[in-house]
């Protein structure tokens, strides 16, 4: 028997029949298995089996309850299932017909379809072709561009093309060709632009020359050059035009180093005055560089093409900054050098200003400061090797010239200036060196002759040539004589040249007044002091320099040195500079002058005393003469007529010249004469003998007495012969005792007679006493006489002993 059920259980199992009638069927798991989980699913399914049974009976109460209904129903349902058939029949023939008639239609409208479909498909193809017609027609464009060589539209239309045209037609291959294309073409262009600028680098490297030529001429027209970058003439080295309808200055001539050759400023060309010359970008295309920085720009190459642009320019520049070795020959060496250095920075200014950024100043001012350096030492060193002062000013008018182009570019060229002033101490030593050369001929052709003049038209001239002024000779009828030579204008003229040349070369250089004052001054003394003063000195020394050429060489110096202070005026009239200017230099040609003046006098003293000496040579004495002869020695009167004869030439000399030229004879002639006695070669010496020599400087005495040299003050000149007299005296009267007893005061009677002198003399007479060669009339006294000279001579060795003492 079953156990009965808790009410629990129960309500549960209802609860889940309620849920199984009332929920979908797919959601009845969960309470199916809330069954399954408990212990009383038998019990359940009882209850189930109830419930379906219990529906079962409620349904076939339901059909009993309508089946009349379904009976109606059916029966009305097969009467419309026969009218259906009939519509079915009537609807199967209907679409059978149907079907027939719109075969056709459907025929059409596939024809129409097609057609709709080309239209779109034309349509679609128009509007592609359309899209691509401009790619076409861009893409034919830039190859006639590429083939024509006009690379930058080229790349112009390919920058389009890639930008804006392709993207749109972006899907078709043979837009993926083109694009995998431009790489190339953007290389190409690379390639054949660079060519062009390869060809554009070149170009300028040949044509820089033509340019600076140009430049400089633009600079030489604003300044008013000569022109100096004209070639030069064959006759002076330079071209000389002159405008048919201007008056010109008429010609001097000269015979200054410098008259055949002026090398002053050049006189600028009328017709080129007037011509308009081309500037840089007027002879040469700079497309090419324009073209290219733009294609590289666009390329994104623009650093790289910048850094190729100017490694290549450093390059020609350092070939253009190469001098040639035989630059220093010609003017126009130099002229092409420069040249090509302006055309080189002509082009760089152009490109700087006109390239936007290709080159900037920094690099330029750091090109120039290796051009201005190298161009400076090329100069320094091609310079040192002139020794022509014309080409060196030529060339230092070329440089001021080059200088001042290049400033007007912006360049700094202070150094180039700076270097013109080493050039001028250069150009100053050619300028000495050519006026030594000068001097030497105008002191080699003088004649050493006052210069004759037989009018008054030659008087002019030669005082226009000289500053002369003397009242006595104006006097003077004609023919009459000026005291100087002929080299004395010539000289003359040749320093004023010189000063003239020393200003051109100062020219232009933007010294003051003062500094070109000064140079010139310089210069002046360096060529008064070393040139001139060596040419004179030469002159003096040689060889063959006679008398009346020293004589002359004197009095024209003495004429040169009052010139100096006119020189002064001429130096203070050409600078504006008066002398009285603090830190003025003053010229040196007074102390020059009177060196040369005072050397000749020394050479005349020499002269006249190696002429003293060669008649001294003819001098025979018999220095064992029984007995003198009736008169003065042959020589010696010869020696006095040459002396009489040379004096009276010296009329024109300053008086103490003279005066010191004949005391100077006599002195050295007494001397001569001392120690032609004292000589040892004469070992014997007679009485005889010592009177004739006696004779001999009686003779000088009165040559001394007739005064050949008007000045002397009474005995003056005899005084010369005054030790030799008191020696011979003192021999010839045999006055020992008193020589003795006063020597060494100052009223002796023999005070300028040397013991020393007077022991060597009596030494000879002792010799030929013992001889019995001198004392021979005296033959009972001759033991006496021994005696008294054995203690004169005894006394004189005292005497020598006690004065070294």
């Given amino acids: 028997m079953a156990e009965p059920e808790s009410p629990e259980t129960a309500a549960e199992h209802e609860r889940i029949l309620r849920e199984v009638d009332s929920t979908d069927t797919a959601c009845l798991g969960p309470t199916l298995r809330s069954v399954y989980d408990g212990e009383e699913h038998g019990r359940f399914m009882e209850k189930l089996d109830a419930r379906i049974r219990n529906h079962d009976r409620e349904i076939e109460k339901m059909c009993n309850f309508h089946y009349q209904g379904f009976v109606d129903a059916i029966t009305e349902f097969l009467k419309v299932r026969a009218e259906a058939q009939k519509l079915k029949n009537q609807v199967t023939d209907t679409n059978r017909k149907l079907q027939m008639e719109s075969k056709k ?34 893409d034919s464009k830039l190859r006639e561009q590429m083939k024509s060589k006009r ?109 055949e050759q002026d090398s002053g400023i050049l006189d600028v060309e009328d017709e080129e005055e007037d011509e ?64 090509q250095i302006v055309g080189f920075f002509v082009i760089e200014d152009h490109v700087l200003h006109t390239s936007q950024g290709l080159v900037d100043r920094v690099y330029i001012d750091e090109l120039w400061e290796m051009a201005l350096s190298k161009t400076i030492a090329a100069l320094r060193t091609h310079s040192s090797y002139c020794s022509d002062p014309n080409l060196i000013l030529d060339l230092k008018n070329l440089i001021v010239l080059f200088a001042d182009t290049l400033q007007g570019y912006g360049f700094p060229v202070n150094h180039l200036f700076d270097l013109l002033l080493e050039i001028r101490d250069q150009y100053s030593e050619t300028l000495l060196k050519k006026w030594a050369g000068a001097f030497r001929n ?55 040249e010189f000063i003239y040349a020393c200003l051109k070369f100062s020219e232009d250089l933007h010294l003051s007044s003062t500094e070109v004052d000064d140079m010139i001054r310089k210069s002046t003394n360096l060529l008064l002091t070393r040139t001139l003063s060596n040419c004179l000195q030469n002159v003096i020394k040689r060889r063959n320099v006679g008398l009346t050429e020293l004589v002359q060489i004197i009095i024209n110096t003495t004429h040169l040195e009052k010139s100096c202070r006119f020189l002064e005026e001429f130096i203070t009239n050409i600078t504006n500079v008066l002398p009285e200017t603090v830190h003025t230099t003053k010229l040196y040609g007074t102390t020059t002058f009177k060196d040369a003046r ?58 103490k010249v003279a005066q010191t030229a004949c005391m100077s004879a006599c002195k050295h002639l007494a001397t001569s004469l001392t120690q032609l006695l004292l000589e040892a070669e004469v070992r014997q010496l007679s009485l005889g003998a010592l009177q004739q020599f006696n004779l001999d400087v009686a003779e000088c005495e009165q040559f001394a007495r007739s005064g050949p040299v008007p000045g002397f003050q009474g005995d003056t000149l005899q005084l010369a012969f005054i030790d030799l007299r008191q020696l011979l005296d003192l021999f010839l009267q045999w006055d020992w005792s008193t020589y003795l007893a006063d020597y060494g005061q100052p009223t002796c009677k023999y005070l300028r007679v040397n013991p020393t002198t007077a022991l060597i003399l009596l030494e000879k007479m002792k010799d030929t006493s013992r001889k019995n060669n001198v004392f021979a009339q005296f033959r009972k006294n001759e033991r006496d006489k021994q005696k008294l000279i054995d203690t004169v001579a005894k006394q004189l060795r005292g005497l020598i002993n006690t004065h070294h003492s």
């Fill in 276 to 339: 308009e010359v081309p500037g840089a970008q007027d002879l040469v295309d700079f497309s090419p560089v324009y073209r290219c920085l733009h294609i590289y720009s666009v390329l994104g190459a623009r650093d790289s093409f910048e850094s190729y642009y100017r490694k290549q320019r450093r390059k020609q520049a350092r070939l253009v900054l190469q001098p040639p070795s035989n630059m220093h020959e010609t003017l126009g060496g130099y002229r092409k050098y420069f040249n």
């Fill in 105 to 138: 239609l459907v025929g059409a409208m596939e024809e129409l379809k097609q057609c709709r479909l080309q239209q779109r498909n034309i349509s679609a193809t128009v509007d592609k072709l359309t899209q691509c017609l401009p790619v076409l027609e861009m």
């Fill in 442 to 496: 105008i002191l080699d052709s003088d004649n050493y002759s006052p210069i004759p003049v037989a009018n008054e038209e030659q008087y002019q001239k030669m005082v226009g040539q000289f500053p002369f002024h003397d009242p006595e000779l104006e006097t003077q009828p004609f023919p009459k004589k000026f005291p100087f030579s002929e080299f004395v204008p010539r000289v003359y003229s040749e320093i004023k």
């Fill in 598 to 655: 005072h050397a000749a006098e020394e050479e005349i003293y020499t002269n006249l005393n190696q002429k003293i000496d060669q008649f001294l040579q003819l001098a025979d004495y018999d220095w064992m003469a029984v007995e003198a002869g009736s008169k003065a020695s042959d020589y010696l009167v010869d020696l006095i007529a040459f002396l009489r004869s040379t004096f009276a030439v010296f009329t024109h000399l300053p008086g």
């Fill in 151 to 259: 690379h930058y539209p080229a790349l112009k239309t390919l920058e389009h093309l890639e930008h804006l045209h392709l993207p749109q037609v972006s899907h078709y291959r043979f837009c993926k060709v083109m694009v995998d294309n431009i790489p190339k073409l953007h290389e190409e262009i690379k390639e054949v632009s660079m060519s062009d600028l390869k060809d554009f680098l070149e170009s300028i490297r040949k044509h820089s020359d033509k340019i600076g030529e140009t430049a400089m001429k633009q600079a030489q027209q604003q300044r008013n050059l000569g022109s100096v970058v004209s070639q030069p003439s064959k006759a002076g080295g330079r071209r000389f035009k002159k405008d048919a309808s201007a008056g010109s200055e008429p010609e001097v001539k000269s015979t200054s180093p410098t008259s």
